[in-house]
C-alpha cells in the first residue's frame, strides 16, 4: 500500500510539474513572446527580485521545488532500486535520497523565501 | 526488487543491456530516453537550485553567472536541456495513457495471429513523437533571441 501511494504520487505531481515547468520555460527562452521582454532583462538581477516579491510567485516556486524534486527523486530512487542491492544498501538508497530531498527543498525554499522578503536598495 | 544472482547462463547484460539486447523495439528506445531524459533532468534540477542560490551573494555575483550563460556552450546546453525536458514530457503523456489504461483496445482472445495493444498503441506514438520532434525544432529558435 506504502509502495502504491508512493508511486500515484510520482504521476499525480506531473500535472503541476507541466504547467509550472512549461510557464518557467516561457518566461526564461520565450520572454519576448510571452512576455514583452528580452531574455537577458528576464533574466536580470532587479527584474529577477521584483518578481520574487509576489506572493503567487513564492508559492508557485516552492510547489514547482517540492513537485519537481519529488518526481525526479522517486524516479532516481526506482532507477537505483533497480540494481541488485542487499537490503541494506536498499533501505540506504531510501533514506539517502529522502535525505537529500528535504536538504535541496530546504534550500531552495529558504532562497525563494530570502528573495520574497528581500529589501530593494538596503 | 530482483537479486539478480548470477545464475548458470549468467543471461544479466548490466549497462550494456540497455542499449540492446536483440530486438529492441520503437518502445523499448523511449523507455531508454525517458531514462535519460529523466536522470539528466533530476541532475539539472540540483545543480540548478544550488545555482539559483548564488543570487543571495548579491548583483555582480548573478550577473556574473548570467554572462557565462549567455555564451554559445551554455546556449547549446539550455536548448538540449529543453528538448530533453520536451521529449520527456510528451512520452510521459503516452506512458501516463498507457499506464491509466487509455488507446490501448479492449482485450480479445489471444488467437492466433495475436494481436498486441503496444501495436494498437504505436499510432498515437508516432505522433506524440512528431510532435515532440516539432516541439523541439520549434524551441531551438529562441537560441538566437538576445
Ligand atoms: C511534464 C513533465 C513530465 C512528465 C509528463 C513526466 C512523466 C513521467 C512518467 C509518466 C514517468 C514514468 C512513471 C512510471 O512509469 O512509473 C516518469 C519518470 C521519471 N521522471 Fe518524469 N515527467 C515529467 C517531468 C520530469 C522532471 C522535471 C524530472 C526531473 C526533475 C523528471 C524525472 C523523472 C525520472 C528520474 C523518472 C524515472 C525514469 C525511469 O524510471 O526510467 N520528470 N516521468
Ligand atoms: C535552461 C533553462 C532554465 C533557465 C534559464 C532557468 C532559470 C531560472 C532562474 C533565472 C531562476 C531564478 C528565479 C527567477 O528568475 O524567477 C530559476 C529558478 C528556479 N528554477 Fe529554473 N531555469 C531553467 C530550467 C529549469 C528546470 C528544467 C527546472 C526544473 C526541473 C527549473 C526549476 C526551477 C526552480 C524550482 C526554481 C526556484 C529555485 C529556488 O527557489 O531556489 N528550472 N530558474
Known amino acids: 500500500m506504502r509502495e502504491t501511494r508512493l508511486w500515484s504520487l510520482h504521476l499525480l505531481v506531473i500535472p503541476i510539474i507541466a504547467i509550472l515547468l512549461g510557464a518557467h520555460f516561457a518566461l526564461m527562452h520565450y520572454a519576448p513572446i510571452f512576455y514583452g521582454v528580452s531574455v537577458e532583462e528576464a533574466r536580470n538581477f532587479e527584474t529577477m527580485i521584483e518578481r520574487g516579491k509576489s506572493v503567487a510567485q513564492l508559492v508557485l516556486y516552492i510547489l514547482l521545488l517540492a513537485a519537481g524534486l519529488y518526481h525526479g527523486l522517486y524516479g532516481m530512487r526506482g532507477i537505483l532500486r533497480e540494481l541488485p542491492l542487499t537490503p541494506a544498501l536498499a533501505k540506504l538508497v531510501d533514506w539517502g535520497i529522502l535525505s537529500f530531498g528535504i536538504f535541496i527543498f530546504a534550500l531552495g525554499a529558504y532562497v525563494t523565501w530570502w528573495t520574497f522578503s528581500f529589501k530593494i536598495g538596503g | ?146
Open chain 2, 1 to 146: 526488487m530482483n537479486s539478480n544472482k548470477p545464475t548458470a547462463y549468467n543471461n544479466r547484460l548490466g549497462l550494456k543491456g540497455w542499449v540492446y539486447a536483440g530486438r529492441y523495439t520503437f518502445e523499448r528506445y523511449l523507455y531508454l530516453g525517458h531514462r535519460l531524459s529523466g536522470m539528466g533532468l533530476i541532475a539539472y534540477m540540483v545543480l540548478h537550485i544550488i545555482e539559483t542560490a548564488n543570487r543571495m551573494r548579491g548583483v555582480e555575483a548573478w550577473q556574473g553567472l548570467m554572462a557565462l550563460f549567455a555564451s554559445w556552450p551554455f546556449k547549446i546546453i539550455e536548448y538540449l536541456l529543453f528538448a530533453a525536458a520536451v521529449f520527456h514530457a510528451m512520452n510521459g503523456v503516452r506512458l501516463l495513457m498507457t499506464e491509466l489504461g487509455f488507446f490501448l483496445g479492449k482485450p480479445k482472445e489471444p488467437v492466433y495471429p495475436y494481436s498486441s495493444s503496444v501495436m494498437r498503441h504505436r499510432p498515437l506514438t508516432y505522433i506524440i513523437m512528431a510532435l515532440a520532434g516539432l516541439l523541439i525544432i520549434l524551441g531551438g529558435s529562441s537560441l538566437f533571441f538576445p
